[in-house]
């Protein structure tokens, strides 16, 4: 592991009685993600989901944090793809990607269940498989076509255009185009299969806190074998860049006894097996919390951790400024360096 970020999902209170309200939170992660550019953090990335009290609409939070950082990588873990006009994400992408210098980082894929039933209709979309996935996977096939450059549309007759800029029939890409920004994309898998296929088709790697497999192995063996199967596929695809993965953990430093009396009954021994979108077999992973040597041991243990560049920290979000600065100080000063962490300043 040579990298390290916070993943945010960016949890809130609907009337602010229970906890902080949506406001409070956005403006929080950007104080957050200010501080952890400071400690040398690598990377703030977000989670998005819909019709509920969690983080929604990823680009004015991660616009706001490039204005105000000058290093961290800032990105998504996942854009649930059912709810997007891929071709209009593309241009929000690049402009962002232009305005941070290459230091976004866009994870897409399928999208995870939400509370809504086919909330995506309610956003203008259709799709004809029950959990959106067919029009998931067309959608990302346009963003990137979009992202590389290729023709959306042709130039109107001179007399309908303004300002005339084009010869009619002149193959239109949209604008603007960041160069490099299609190899600042990410795929969030949950299976050897779309892990397979995130390599066929040329973008980075990022995998979760659970995978949608189960067979008795850990969560770190099952994404081990998802890195290995897409690093095999990278390979006979013949790309010509080397690409990125990333994976996550929840994982509470006990450097003091504030923090052994805030996250220390969070910890478990195993991961668990449940049902997702009620039928599919999941693993979750396990909560980590305690000491920093032990800490260490544990995550050299995980081969998912050792086999990627990247490892996420789900933070509980909804805690406030501090205390999650406090999590990522104790995770650079007192962990990470002796699992081969580089700080922003030294990559």
Known sequence: ?????????????????????????????????????????????????????????PMPLMGAIVGATKHIEVGTGV?????????????????????????LALGVSRGSPEPALRGWEAFGYGAKTENGADMAREKFELFLAAIRGYAFAEANSLDQQYPQMYKPGTPLPIF?????????????SGTRLSAEQAAKDGVNLMSSTLVSEADGSSLGELQ????RV???????????????????????????????????LLASDSDQIGLLEGATKTTFGRTYAAEPDVL??????????????????????????DI????????????????????????
Do not use: C
């Not at 490099?180 to 990410?186: A, D, F, K, S, T």
């Not at 596929?233 to 996550?248: K, L, M, N, T, Y």
């Open 324 to 347: 999650n600065t406090r999590i990522l100080d104790n995770f650079a000063k007192h962990v990470a360096p002796a699992l081969g962490w580089q700080a922003n300043a030294e990559i």
């Open 230 to 264: 897409y690093r095999q596929a990278w390979q006979e695809a013949g790309h010509d860049w080397e690409p990125r993965v990333s994976v996550s953990r929840s994982v509470f430093p006990i450097v003091t006894g504030e923090d052994r009396e805030m996250f220390g």
């Open 296 to 321: 260490i041991e544990q995550l050299k243990a995980d081969p998912a951790i050792a086999a990627a560049d990247t490892l996420m920290l789900t933070i509980p979000n909804q805690l406030g400024t």
């Open 176 to 188: 603007p185009h960041s160069p490099g920004l299609e190899q600042r994309v990410w795929w969030g």
């Open 79 to 103: 854009i649930d793809m059912r709810y997007e006009n891929p071709l209009q994400l593309a241009e929000e992408a690049a402009a962002l990607d232009l305005l941070s210098q290459g230091r």
């Open 1 to 57: 592991m040579k990298r390290f970020g916070f993943l945010s999902f960016g949890h809130h209170s609907i009337d602010g009685r229970d906890g902080l309200d949506a406001g409070e939170v956005l403006r929080s992660s950007v104080e957050l993600a200010q501080a952890a550019d400071e400690i040398g953090v690598n990377g703030a990335y977000f989670r998005v989901h819909h019709f509920a009290p969690q983080g929604a609409s």
């Open 224 to 227: 081990a074998e998802q890195i």
